[in-house]
C-alpha cells in the first residue's frame, strides 16, 4: 500500500475506530486483597506517573482533534483522546479502591504546538509500550496479584497497541502527504524522537519529572527481583509480537525496539547469565 494514499489513511483510522471497545472503569468488579498484597501494589512506585500521564494524554489528544481538518482523522485521534482519558478514570478507579497515595488532579496545560506534542507522546508511547508488554506479562507470571486484575487490565494493553500502531502510520501518512516520506528521512526522524523518548525514560529512572512517559521502567524489578536482561528482553520482543499480531499485515508497526531487542539479544547469548542481571538505575 503506498504511504500517504487515501487508501493508507482509512486502513489505519478505521483499524483504530473499529476496533474501539466500550467498557466503564466504574463499573470494575475489583478484587478484595490481603494486607501484604495490598502493601505491595501501593509499593509500587509507578502510580503517580502512569496517572498523570494518561490524563495528560486524554487532555492533550483531544484538543489536537480540534485542529486536524481531515474529519476520518479528526475522529480517530478524539477516539485515542477519550481512550487515554478513560485509562485516566481507570487508574483514578484504582489508587482510590486501594487508597493508594497519590495526587489525582496532576496540574496540566496542554501545550501551544499540539501537533509536536502528540508526536513526542507517540514516541515514547512507542517505547513505553514495548516494555510495558513484557512488564505486563511478568507481573501476571509473578503471581503477587489475582489474575482477575490482569483480566481488568488487559483492555488498556490492548489499546496501547492499537494507538501505537495508528501513531506510526499516521506519522508516515503526514510525512508522505508533506513530501518527507523517503525512507532515509523518515529513519533519520525516527532515531531522532526516539532518542528523545529515551531521555525521557533515563530521567523517570533517576527520579526526574518528565513530560512523556516511562512509568513502566521504574516498577521493572518489583515484580522480579532476579529479572536478567536476556529474560526481560525476550519476554518484550515475545509480548510484541503477540499483541501485534492482530493487526492488518498492510498497516506499518513500530519496528526499531523489537529489532534492536533481537540483535541484542543474539549478542547476550554469549555473555553469561550473571553478567545479563537487570539492576536499578
Known amino acids: 500500500m503506498r504511504l500517504g494514499s487515501p487508501a493508507h489513511r482509512d486502513l489505519f483510522c478505521r483499524s483504530l475506530l473499529e476496533t474501539h471497545q ?13 494486607g501484604k498484597t495490598l502493601d505491595f501494589l501501593r509499593g509500587i512506585p509507578f502510580w503517580q506517573e502512569a496517572l498523570a500521564t494518561e490524563k495528560r494524554a486524554g487532555i492533550m ?34 489508587v482510590q479502591r486501594y487508597e493508594i497515595p497519590v495526587n489525582l488532579d496532576p496540574d496540566y496545560t496542554p501545550p501551544r504546538n499540539l501537533r509536536q506534542a502528540f508526536v513526542d507522546f507517540g514516541f515514547s508511547e512507542c517505547l513505553d509500550s514495548f516494555f510495558a508488554f513484557g512488564f505486563f506479562r511478568i507481573a501476571q507470571r509473578s503471581g ?4 482477575v486484575l490482569f483480566t481488568l487490565f488487559d483492555p488498556i494493553i490492548e489499546e496501547e497497541a492499537r494507538h501505537i500502531v495508528f501513531f506510526v502510520n499516521w506519522l508516515a501518512y503526514e510525512q508522505s502527504r508533506r513530501g518527507w516520506g523517503v525512507a ?29 512517559s516511562g512509568f513502566t521502567a521504574a516498577g521493572a524489578l518489583v515484580f522480579a527481583p532476579d529479572l536478567t536482561l536476556r529474560s526481560f528482553l525476550a519476554t518484550c520482543v515475545a509480548e510484541n509480537a503477540y499483541r501485534m499480531r492482530a493487526f492488518d499485515p498492510a498497516l506499518l508497526q513500530p519496528r526499531l525496539l523489537p529489532r534492536l531487542s533481537q540483535t541484542l539479544l543474539r549478542v547476550l547469548q554469549w555473555l553469561p547469565q550473571k553478567q545479563t542481571q537487570v539492576s536499578p538505575a
Open 61 to 94: 489528544a483531544r484538543a489536537f482533534a480540534e485542529e486536524i481538518d481531515d474529519p476520518l482523522i479528526r475522529q480517530a485521534v478524539a477516539l485515542q483522546g477519550e481512550e487515554e482519558a478513560r485509562h485516566g478514570r481507570l487508574l483514578t478507579c484504582l
Open 144 to 147: 503477587f496479584f489475582p489474575e
Open 22 to 34: 466500550n467498557y466503564d472503569p466504574d463499573t470494575f468488579p475489583w478484587p478484595e486483597l490481603d
Open 184 to 212: 532515509p528521512y523518515r529513519a533519520v526522524n525516527t532515531l531522532w524522537n526516539y532518542g528523545k523518548a529515551l531521555s525521557h525514560l533515563v530521567g523517570s529512572f533517576q527520579g526526574a519529572a518528565t513530560t512523556g
